[in-house]
């Protein structure tokens, strides 16, 4: 303990060892230009040591002083550690600890909650010099706390080895300084926890898709099997559409699961990765490419556009590409007329009327007399007709000289 030259008691209001000299306006005003613009820096969300570390600089430099040092409270070892600062050496920040007891000036701070001025460390009765401090010939320091709502976060100490008078006024400075630390640390806090909920829920709804992906996977391998089981060729072919379409919402999830983890990223092109949406151009891609390997010899193309959309939407567009596709595989190049085959081309675009998505063959052309409303008694168009209507969009077959070609036209939101 030093020298009992000074009062004893705590007292409730910064304590001063004689009457500061009236405050030059100058330098006050300079104070505050100082603040205000730190002000600026606290709400611009940087992170929590670059501020303790500009706090420390811009506090040391609006009241002249040699050090300036953020110390944040550890809880359990109940010390006070130097975690940003100037005027130290390299070995104290993020490393030197000072007691947080109420016989350190940073420590009283601390645990009282009011600011402190020991102009004369050395005549103190109040307090010891912590260690760290008489190292560096410390001779008057000024504390003041930091704190949010959940507590105090540390403790703001200006110091300085020269004679001198820490006022009040500075307190106020100071005070205005750790104010702005404790929201931003505060702020930066609930950012952290509210992004790892989110990373939480991301990934659990990744989790889902890849599950629900297998165990479609597991269905379109049962299909399969019975498909080659089945006697009758027609059952046969209805099997294989059948895991065929299953095959096809599959790689709306298997998509959903792979591109989640860009959900939050910007996307390519079309704004913010969102939970629950997938970029179509992909997904459009492997669906294509997945019949294609069904038919060896058959060239089969895709061009689609960045596009996110929602999983809802993106499970009718998937199956009716499907639908129509496998069309084109099926009926556009009959061996007789067509031995060598032909391009089967899938497009999507996005354009003022929203999303087109064609799919073009330059094969035989429709049956006389076809019409999309009544186009036969199978499954297929009537497949393609309810999920046009269920997508709210619309699907024409503009005229061509040879082949075919299927347009769907789907609004997009916003
Ligand atoms: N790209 C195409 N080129 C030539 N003809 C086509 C093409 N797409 C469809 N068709 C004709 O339209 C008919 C109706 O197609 P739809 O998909 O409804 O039936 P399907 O393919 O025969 O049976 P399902 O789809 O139920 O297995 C086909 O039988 C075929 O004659
Ligand atoms: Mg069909």
Redesign the pocket.
Known sequence: MNAQTDQTEVEPTPETLRAPAPPDLDYRLRQQVILSEFGVEALRGTDVDHLLQRAAELCAQGMGAEFCKALEYQRGADTLLVRAGVGWGPDVIGKARIGADLASPAGFALKTGRPVISNHLADETRFRTPQLMADHGIRRAINVLIENRDGAFGVLEVDDTREGMFEEADIAFMQGFANLLGGAIERQRTETLLRAALARQDLLAREMSHRVKNSLAIVASLLALQARAAEDPAVQ??LA?ARSRVEAIAGVHDQLWRQGDKAGDKAEGDGEGVPGELDLAPFLEKLVANLASGVPGQRLACTACPQRISADRAIPIGLLVN??V???L???YPPETHPAGGE?RVRAERRPEGLVVE?T?D?????AG?EIGR??K???????GSLTRQLGGSLTIPARET??C?RLEVPLAG
């Open positions: 072919t209805a559409d639908e129509l496998t069309n084109a099926k009926y556009a089967i799919v063959d094969g035989i052309g429709l049956p076809f186009a036969s199978s499954l297929g168009m009537r497949v393609v082949g075919t299927f």
